[in-house]
C-alpha cells in the first residue's frame, strides 16, 4: 500500500511543480542527491497500528453484533526543495488545495490527514535551497472480524 501511496503523491507533486521524475525521490537517498534543487522527497515514517472494537445491538433478545478492526496508521513526509522561496510557498497551498481527504486504492478508502508543515525560513548561503515539509498520516484497514451472538459473556474485551 505504501507504494500505492507514494505514487498518488508523486503524482499529485508532478501536476502542481513540474519536477521532472528523476528528481522525485520515493527513498532515501545520499546527500548529493539533495544539493540541486528543485527536488522532492516522499518518505515514510514509522507506521502504528490501530485496533478499534464495536459492539452494537441488534434487537431486544440480547443479539450482539461484535466488530474488531484492524488499521494501519502511516505517515509520509513530503519534502519540497527550490532555490526560490516562493515557489514553496506557491507548491505547499496548491497541494493543501488539491489533496483529496479521501482516496481509492487497491480498492480500498485511505483517509489522508494533514498534520503539520514545516518550513526552512532560513536560505543557506551555501546551497541556496528553501525546503519545505509537510507531514501527512494515510490510515487504511488491513482486517475486520465480525461476529454475531446472542450471549453477551461470549464476548472478550482484552485492552
Known amino acids: 500500500m505504501v507504494l500505492k501511496i507514494k505514487d498518488y503523491l508523486r503524482q499529485l507533486v508532478k501536476e502542481i511543480t513540474n519536477i521532472e521524475d528523476k528528481k522525485i525521490f ?3 537517498k545520499d546527500e548529493n542527491q539533495y544539493l540541486t534543487p528543485d527536488w522532492v522527497s516522499i ?13 452494537d445491538m441488534i434487537d431486544e433478545e440480547t443479539n450482539i453484533l461484535y466488530r474488531k478492526q484492524y ?3 502511516q505517515p509520509i513526509l513530503l519534502s519540497l526543495a527550490s532555490k526560490e522561496n516562493s ?3 506557491k507548491w505547499v497551498y ?21 498534520k503539520n508543515i514545516d518550513y526552512s525560513d532560513t536560505e543557506s548561503s ?3 535551497i528553501y525546503v519545505a515539509t509537510i507531514k501527512m498520516l494515510f490510515s487504511y484497514g488491513v482486517y475486520s472480524e ?7 459473556s461470549e464476548i ?3 485492552i
Open 26 to 28: 520515493l527513498e532515501a
Open 43 to 55: 518518505l515514510t515514517a514509522s507506521a502504528s497500528s490501530e485496533k478499534s472494537l464495536q459492539m
Open 71 to 73: 488499521g494501519i496508521e
Open 87 to 89: 515557489n514553496i510557498d
Open 94 to 114: 496548491e497541494i493543501l488545495q488539491k489533496i483529496a481527504h479521501k482516496i481509492e486504492l487497491n480498492n480500498q478508502i485511505v483517509l489522508i490527514d494533514v
Open 126 to 128: 551555501i546551497r541556496n
Open 146 to 152: 465480525t461476529k454475531l451472538t446472542n450471549e453477551f
Open 156 to 158: 472478550k474485551v482484552t
